[in-house]
Each structure stands twice: as structure tokens, then as C-alpha cells.
């Protein structure tokens, strides 16, 4: 079994009242046609990355990310959307959880081994994670939107085998 080291942790919980303009900063442009959730965890990967001292995540490295309800916001309105009557709409795409994946290692200038698991219990999806990860390591996050009172989360871990 191998042991882990955290190389950073960054926590948005809940982010700054400026956390997108910091994203935009960060990453150089303003995300465009994505979702609250895709950019919340395109703010958290990319803020942890930068407290990693990481221009860029390692291309053996892989990404995790977890969430209790993923895009919720997006999922919602579309299915509000398609009931109405109204076609496919681009509201859809935003619900896809691959489409976060995609503007992630867009904004860390990575392409590899992403995936995203919709569970309750994200401490079983690090410990998957783990399995068989290379010696690039993984970035694993939790990303939540803001719902029923309770913050918006967007929290990530930068691990490496110790």
C-alpha cells in the first residue's frame, strides 16, 4: 500500500465574494458557456494547483472529482426547459459532468485521466484514486454548489506518493 503526502490543499468553503474574477485572473480569460459548478471547480483545481507551486498538473497525474448532487443548477433548469416544451437546451451541457473535466484540464494546460463519481461518501472515491495512481499523483476535489442554505464548496487536495 502506498503512502500519500498532501503537496496542497485549497479550500473555497464558501468561495470569496471575488472568486470568479480571480478565476479569470488566474486562468487569463473569463470561462465562457459553462456552468456555476464548472467553474467552481475549475476555481478550486486551478487555486490548488498555484498553492502546489504547479504552473501546470504533470500529465501522468490523474484528476478526481466528487460531488454530492454535481451540477444541480444546470440539471434543474434544463429539465424545468424541457418540460416547458422548449428543445435540447444548451443549459444541458452544462449538467454533463465530463464537460467540467474538460474546462479543468483546460485551465491546468493537462489532458490525461479525469473522472468524476456522483457519491455521498467522497473519501471512497480518494481511496480508488489512489489505486494504481502514478508517481505524478492525482488532484482530487469536492465540488458542490450552493443549495438549500448550505455553501458552495469547491475543495481540492494535491497528493503525491510519499
Not at 426547459?81 to 467540467?100: K, V
Not at 471512497?124 to 495512481?133: C, D, F, I, P, T
Amino acid at each position: 500500500m502506498t503512502a500519500w503526502r498532501s503537496v496542497a490543499h485549497f479550500v473555497a468553503h464558501p468561495p470569496p465574494a471575488d472568486w470568479r474574477e480571480d478565476l479569470a485572473r488566474r486562468i487569463g480569460r473569463k470561462p465562457r458557456r459553462v456552468g456555476l459548478w464548472t467553474e467552481l471547480a475549475m476555481y478550486g483545481a486551478r487555486c490548488c494547483l498555484d498553492a502546489a507551486g504547479e504552473a501546470a498538473l504533470p500529465a501522468g497525474a490523474r484528476i478526481r472529482v466528487s460531488s454530492k448532487r454535481g451540477a444541480w443548477g444546470a440539471t434543474h433548469a434544463g429539465l424545468t426547459q424541457l418540460d416547458a416544451g422548449l428543445p435540447m437546451p444548451f443549459t444541458f451541457m452544462q449538467s454533463q459532468p465530463a464537460l467540467m473535466l474538460a474546462e479543468v484540464g483546460r485551465c491546468l494546460d493537462w489532458q490525461g485521466d479525469a473522472s468524476f463519481a456522483l457519491c455521498r461518501e467522497p473519501e471512497r472515491v480518494l481511496q480508488l484514486a489512489k489505486l494504481g495512481a502514478s508517481r505524478d499523483g492525482l488532484l482530487f476535489g469536492i465540488v458542490e454548489e450552493e443549495r438549500n442554505g448550505e455553501p458552495a464548496r469547491s475543495e481540492w487536495w494535491r497528493l503525491v506518493p510519499a
